[in-house]
C-alpha cells in the first residue's frame, strides 16, 4: 500500500487503515519453510527466510544453527564458524555447535582446533556419538600426519607404511556435521537427548579379519603330509590309520559349516529387521532388538537412552537406513557383525562403519553393544 500523507483525506485515511487493519499481516518464516528450501537445494532462499526469523527472534538457538548448516552447505565456512562460535558462547550446554564448528576446522586442516573442539562437545554431553566418531575421525587424521612424517624420514620405514595404509583405508567417509540441533528453549535438558547411540570407534577389529581365512590354511596341509604315508606301502599298519582318520574328520567338517551358516542367516536376518525397524520408526520393534544388559554409550540409564532414541525416530520426515557388506564371526552364542551402515533422512546423509556385538538368547540374537568403526 502506497500512502500519500498530504493528499489523503480524513474519510479516505480512515478507511486505508479500515483496509489495513482487514489484510492479514505477513506471516513470519518458520524453520520448517527454511528446511524445506534446504532440501530442495535453494539455499539462498532458506538463508533469506532465517535472516527474517533472526531479526525477529535473535536468541533462538534452532535458527542460528540452521543458518549455519546453511551457510555451510553454501561453502561460506568462516562465516559459518562466526555463526558456530557465537552460539556456544550464549549456549555452552548445546554439544552440536561445537561438532560442527569441528568439522570445519578438520575441512580447513586445523586438527588440533578440531580434536578441541569435539573435546569441548563431548565433555558436554559425554553420550554424544556424533563427536566421538568425529574425534576419532580426528585421530586417525593426525595419526596420519605422524606417519607421513616418519615416512620422510624414514622411506624403508616398513611398519609406518602398513599403519598408514590401515588409516587410509579406514578413512573412506569424512566427519559429520550436526544437520539439526535441539530446540533451545531449554538448553539445559536439550544437552541430554543424545544423538545415535554408539562410542567412540575402536581399533580391534582389523586384525581378526585379516586372519579370519587362516583356518582353512591348516586342512590343506594334511593332504602333503598324508602323501608320504601313502607311498610308504610296506608298513601297513602305518597305512590303515590314515583312512580311518580322515572318514572320522570329514562328517564333522562337515557338520559345522551348516551350524554356522543357519547362525549367518539368522543373524543377516536379524540386522535386516533391525534396520527395517528403524527406517519404519517403529521404536517398539527397533528396541526389542537389543538385549536387556545392552551396554548403553556413557553408561547412561537403559530408561533415559530408550527415551532418547524414541525422540529421535519419531521426529518429522521419512528415514532410511541399511547394513551391506556384513562380516560375521562367530564364537559359540556370541557373535560379532561389522557392516557399512548408511542413513539417509531429510536433513543428515552418512555411511559409516559400523560394528554390533551380538547374543543368542531366548532362541534370537540381540544386540549387546554397538558401536561406530571397528
Known sequence: MTFRPFRTTLNALAAAMLLACAM???????LTEVQAHMKQGQLPAALEK??????VRP???QARFTKGVILTEMNRLNDAAVVYQKLSEDYPELPEPYNNLAVIYASQRQYEKAKA??????????AYAT?????GDVYAKL???????????DSANTQAQTKLAMIRDLMGGNTRNARTAPSATKPVQIAAATPAPAPAPAKAVPPPVTKAPEPPAKPAEAPTKAAPVAKAEPTKPAATPAPVAVAKAEPAAAKKPAANDKAE????????????????KDVKAYLSHYARDFKTPGGVPRKAWESERESRLTKPGPISVSADNLVIRLSDDEATVRFRQSYDSA???SAATKTLVLVHRDGRWQIQQERVGG
Open 50 to 55: 532465517v535472516d527474517q526469523i533472526l531479526a
Open 131 to 135: 563427536a566421538h566418531e568425529n574425534l
Open 59 to 61: 536468541k533462538d538457538a
Open 265 to 280: 542367516a539368522d543373524i543377516k536376518k536379524m540386522v535386516n529387521g533391525w534396520a527395517s525397524a528403524w527406517s519404519r
Open 347 to 349: 536433513n543428515l546423509k
Open 117 to 126: 573442539a569435539l573435546e569441548l562437545a563431548i565433555r558436554t554431553h559425554p
Open 143 to 153: 595419526a596420519s600426519q605422524a606417519y607421513d612424517k616418519a615416512l620422510q624420514l
Open 24 to 30: 492479514p499481516a505477513a506471516a513470519e518464516p518458520t
